[in-house]
């Protein structure tokens, strides 16, 4: 296995690029199926498989409350330019992730807030990890994808 | 790493020189190509990417790992022809600033694929091949 070189305080972008050069992509399975709006259909999030393969190496990737922060930045009125772009290249990096370890992560990474920190609440889920083969192979009446109802929060339970 | 060359400018022998900042800040700092109308949409070639959301019909959000530092980068998408491609229809991608939607954040874009016809006029429509390519300065 190709080992990471030592990558705390080299830019982001640089050890992505190292990365692309160094490691294969992987295409993962896994999709994540959410809702965040009761009008609109289901979104689905779908793995970068280089940004998959950083996850899966280590040492590579930052913790993901690095972009929750730079996102709090982001939200201020006065925002202008990020002025803590340094957390991404200068927190120690994360790990290696299992495949499923690193889909949490992107979902706290790019899955809007109201989705994951209420998944579970409600009626209804408004979020479902799948695999690519369980969602429809068309894109026939794509608008009208929803999470299906028959999936209930007693059923996760179990 | 290995391998560094530290340079202010490159010089050739006769086209004249250029100075490498025009070389770093003029590079792009994130692309993606996908194809709009598979099943879900995977991305096929990719750098500094970290996901593509499936909205909708023509209808994609794209993250990218490495923020930039701020929400006024640049932004090309492409988009293959839509439908069959006839003389008389075409395919149109939009960049969502927010308008009707959501506007792009420091790792986040929203874009969007229409299909041109004389007959119906313009509509989201999935097209193949389409290519974002972000420049600007990263956090």
């Not at chain 1, 999709?31 to 280089?50: F, G, M, Q, T, W």
């Not at chain 2, 879900?40 to 499936?54: F, G, V």
């Not at chain 2, 959501?102 to 999935?126: H, K, L, Q």
Request: glycine share 8%; charged share 20%.
């Amino acid at each position: 296995m190709t080992q990471t070189p030592e990558f705390k305080g080299t830019h982001l972008f640089d050890r992505l690029c190292w990365a692309k050069e160094n490691l294969e992509g992987v295409q993962s399975d896994y999709r994540v199926v959410y809702e965040d709006s009761v009008d609109e259909c289901a979104k689905i999030l779908v793995p970068d498989p280089n940004w998959m393969a950083c996850a899966l190496q280590g040492g590579i990737l930052p913790p993901v409350w690095v972009y929750h922060e730079l996102a709090k930045d982001e939200a201020q009125p006065d925002f202008k330019k990020h002025t803590r772009g340094y957390l991404l290249h200068n927190t120690e990096p994360v790990e290696a992730m299992t495949e499923e370890e690193a889909i949490e992560y992107l979902i706290l990474k790019d899955c809007p807030e109201s989705v994951w920190k209420t998944y579970n609440e409600g009626n209804r889920l408004k979020m479902v990890i799948c695999k690519k083969e369980q969602l429809p192979q068309t894109r026939e009446w794509r608008n009208a994808w929803k999470i299906s109802d028959a999936l209930s929060l007693t059923d996760l339970a179990a | 790493m290995a391998g560094k060359i530290i340079a202010d400018t490159l010089e050739h022998s006769t086209a004249g020189s250029i100075a490498t900042n025009y070389v770093v800040n003029g590079s792009a700092k994130a692309y993606v190509q996908f194809d709009g109308n598979a099943g879900t949409p995977a991305a096929n070639k990719s750098l500094n990417h970290s996901s593509i959301t499936d909205i909708g019909i023509g209808d994609y959000s794209l993250a990218v790992a490495a923020a930039f530092d701020g929400v006024d980068y640049g932004v090309v998408i492409t988009g293959g022809r839509a439908g069959t491609g006839g003389a008389n229809e075409g395919g149109d991608m939009s960049l969502d600033t927010g308008s009707s939607g959501t506007a792009p954040t420091s790792t986040a874009t929203r874009i969007n694929s229409f299909r041109n016809t004389n007959s119906s006029g313009e509509y989201p429509y999935d097209v193949p091949n389409i290519t974002e390519v972000r420049y600007g300065d990263l956090a």
